[in-house]
């Protein structure tokens, strides 16, 4: 089957988009807010942007496109199959590892959890994650898991795991904007952000990133001539150890 030379493209922009906004948030967090630590101070609420960002929305992304890489479509599906599920399980791992650094951060600064429009939809967002992974599990690397359930699950798994991508793009750029309305008020000497110092164009430059990134995934993932062919060794038609 040939596949154009546009699904390489677009999968070399989002490969290069998610790498552009992993740098970045680090960046931001490394020079405007004072670095990382782990000891409940403002350092240890900037690993969240850096997780959450890394986790639930690149590495989420990356994980969602893996099977519409030509490299995929031929052979076994069971090594795909379980990598998919790593990068999916590690994605969930840092995202969890961000919510505890702000909710850490929050208690021990007697600060109010989950009282935000962004930490609804953050927090919705990893519920669903896991919600999504678990069936995943169930459904397609059980090797006992009925093959009718396989048929039914998978659509309802594939449109999870869009949506859950597009709440992450969401709870990722209102975070950031959140962080940049709270610090930036023109206190100790720093500009308001309604000002647009430096810190806030790099932050919304982060944003926009972020936004093309999901775009340049959503593509990839809508089109369906560049979705992997169903055969012999489709998750649906074979049980996992015949993969």
Not at 200 to 210: R, S, W
């Amino acid at each position: 089957m040939r596949v154009p030379g546009q699904l390489y493209l677009t999968y070399l922009l989002a490969l290069c988009l998610g790498l552009l906004c992993v740098i970045f948030v680090v960046y931001w967090n490394a020079t405007w807010r004072g670095g990382f630590a782990w000891d409940g101070s403002a350092m240890q609420f900037n690993w969240h942007p850096v997780l959450m960002v890394t986790g639930l929305t690149v590495l989420y992304g990356k994980a969602a496109v893996l099977y519409r890489l030509p490299l995929t479509w031929g052979g076994s599906k069971l090594p795909w199959k379980l990598l998919h599920a790593s990068l999916t399980l590690l994605s969930f791992l840092l995202a969890v590892l961000g919510l505890i650094a702000v909710f850490d951060f929050h208690n021990k600064g007697h600060t109010p959890n989950l009282y935000s429009l962004h930490s609804w939809i953050g927090i919705s967002t990893v519920a669903l994650f896991t919600g999504q992974w678990l069936l995943g599990l169930a459904s397609f690397l059980l090797p006992c898991t009925p093959l009718e359930l396989r048929r039914r699950a998978k659509p309802l798994h594939v449109w999870l795991g869009s949506t859950i991508f597009i709440l992450g793009i969401a709870a990722s750029v209102s975070g950031i904007n959140e962080k940049l309305i709270f610090s930036l008020k023109g206190n100790n000497g720093t500009a308001q952000y309604s000002a647009l110092p430096q810190e806030a164009q790099f932050a919304n430059m982060l944003g926009v990133l972020i936004v093309v990134f999901g775009l340049a995934v959503l593509r990839i993932l809508s089109n369906q001539a560049w979705q992997r062919p169903e055969g012999e060794n489709s998750e649906v038609t074979q049980p996992l150890l015949q993969d």
